[in-house]
T-cell receptor, first 113, second 113 residues
Framework: DVKVTQSSRYLVKRTGEKVFLECVQD?????MFWYRQDPGLGLRLIYF???????EKGDIPEGYSVSREKKERFSLILESASTNQTSMYLC????????????FGPGTRLLVL | AQSVTQLGSHVSVSEGALVLLRCNYS??????LFWYVQYPNQGLQLLLK??????LVKGINGFEAEFKKSETSFHLTKPSAHMSDAAEYFC???????????FGSGTRLSIRP
């Protein structure tokens, strides 16, 4: 069974803290994605990676960075958390190209105080 | 530019009634189209996917969607709503394998007993 796991379901951080969100997939997928989900805005792509050590900016990369050192793991980093980064963060993975089905993790709800 | 519009951020139907969730897209080429569902406190999962093989696509849990090129629509339907269908539904479009998938803003479906 396909599985994408995220390190935390809920996280509370303070403004200015460095935050790491981890995502692991066990399907040997090439592509991995980080989205943020906000009410009325749907899913917005932050970054994606199509191979180990490769990354590309999505639609809203400002304030975020990513790391993909191993194929199964894709990390999202908030270098200095701000209150406007309070959101639900969803990780996904897929085979090959962008028209393949994406498989999502359960999400991490981040609150920045 | 490609986009996807979901009409109605919230739809409420009675149990046993027809479910109709609307999605319109804009794309310069025949796209791949997706419907994803997000149950409370979970990530998204694929309901169904249009890949140009057949205009009527059947998905999981009794849902189906019809691709209508002339109307640039891909509406999601289910003949008889069940309480377990209460969730948020996202339409998504991808015009090519090299393009990123674009998600709509979502429609929350509520089911009245």
């Amino acid at each position: 069974d396909v599985k994408v796991t995220q390190s935390s379901r809920y996280l509370v951080k303070r403004t200015g803290e460095k935050v790491f969100l981890e995502c692991v997939q066990d399907m040997d997928h090439e592509n991995m994605f980080w989205y943020r989900q906000d009410p009325g805005l749907g899913l917005r792509l932050i970054y994606f990676s199509y191979d180990v050590k490769m990354k590309e900016k999505g639609d809203i990369p400002e304030g975020y960075s990513v790391s993909r050192e191993k194929k199964e793991r894709f990390s999202l980093i908030l270098e200095s958390a701000s209150t406007n980064q309070t959101s639900m963060y969803l990780c996904a993975s897929s085979l090959g190209n962008h028209q393949e089905t994406q498989y999502f993790g359960p999400g991490t709800r981040l609150l920045v105080l | 530019a490609q986009s996807v519009t979901q009409l109605g951020s919230h739809v409420s139907v009675s149990e046993g009634a027809l479910v109709l969730l609307r999605c319109n897209y804009s794309s310069s080429v025949p796209p791949y189209l997706f419907w994803y569902v997000q149950y409370p406190n979970q990530g998204l999962q694929l309901l169904l996917k249009y890949t140009s093989a057949a205009t009527l696509v059947k998905g999981i849990n009794g849902f189906e969607a019809e691709f209508k090129k002339s109307e640039t629509s891909f509406h999601l339907t289910k003949p008889s709503a069940h309480m377990s269908d209460a969730a948020e539904y996202f339409c998504a479009v991808n015009p090519s394998s090299a393009s990123k998938i674009i998600f709509g803003s979502g429609t929350r479906l509520s089911i009245r007993p």
